[in-house]
């Protein structure tokens, strides 16, 4: 099993300009998670869907921040436009809902906007 | 809403000496999860908790989930310095399938 692929690993971008992370869930997982981790709000749930539908999204910062789940196998966070303060890991990570909801993890994108 | 309390923020240990972290829910739980991430890694799933009381070992890892549901422990006896990381709690009500994590303990171990 290849696990939650996250892309890109690292991105390093100006402060204004359009980000989008890209996440391939593991398959046959039901459920899809957006997390952003940052030292002093540690791991926050962003959104997450199940069977491709936004659940909730009541942990989107702001409108500057939207996520897609077009098909099982893709989902997208992105952020237009990007600030200082986006900088940070985000962490996509998949389950299977009858597995008891045990979380995988993607390795994350780091992102820093400058 | 649902808040995950975690406590302490950071532990500096001897190695071979004990460690705890704690967990606390505003919100009783369905189950409760821990998970570990290594310096510069992703969070990976240790072990889930589901009944009123439970207790469960991994080798050197005890882990405790409270009578009401609502509180959780982990216990690493003998610490050795691959326990090096961050250790997380995530709590799931069981209105919905939202898990909410902890903001971890790191641990440092100290040679």
């Known amino acids: 099993d290849a696990g939650v692929i996250q892309s890109p690993r690292h991105e390093v971008t100006e402060m204004g300009q359009e980000v989008t992370l890209r996440c391939k869930p593991i398959s046959g997982h039901n459920s899809l998670f957006w997390y952003r981790q940052t030292m002093m709000r540690g791991l926050e749930l962003l959104i997450y869907f199940n069977n491709n539908v936004p659940i909730d999204d009541s942990g989107m910062p702001e409108d500057r921040f939207s996520a897609k789940m077009p098909n099982a196998s893709f989902s997208t966070l992105k952020i237009q436009p990007s600030e200082p303060r986006d900088s940070a890991v985000y962490f996509c990570a998949s389950s299977f809902l009858r597995s008891g909801n045990t979380i995988y993890f993607g390795e994350g994108s780091w992102l820093t906007v400058v | 809403g649902q808040q995950v309390m975690q406590i302490p923020q950071y532990q500096h240990v001897q190695e071979g000496e004990d460690f705890t972290t704690y967990c606390n829910s505003s919100t009783t739980l369905s189950n409760i999860q821990w998970y570990k991430q290594r310096p510069g890694g992703h969070p990976v799933f240790l072990i889930q908790?589901?009944?009123?009381?439970e207790v469960k070992k991994q080798k050197r890892l005890t882990f405790q989930f409270g009578e009401a549901k609502k509180n959780s422990s982990l216990h690493i006896t003998a610490t050795q310095t691959t326990d090096v990381g961050t250790y997380f709690c995530?709590?799931?009500?069981?209105?919905?399938?939202?898990?909410?994590f902890g903001k971890g303990t790191r641990l440092h171990i100290l040679p």
């Open positions: 995530a709590g799931k009500e069981n209105r919905d399938d939202k898990i909410i």
């Open positions: 908790l589901v009944k009123s009381g």
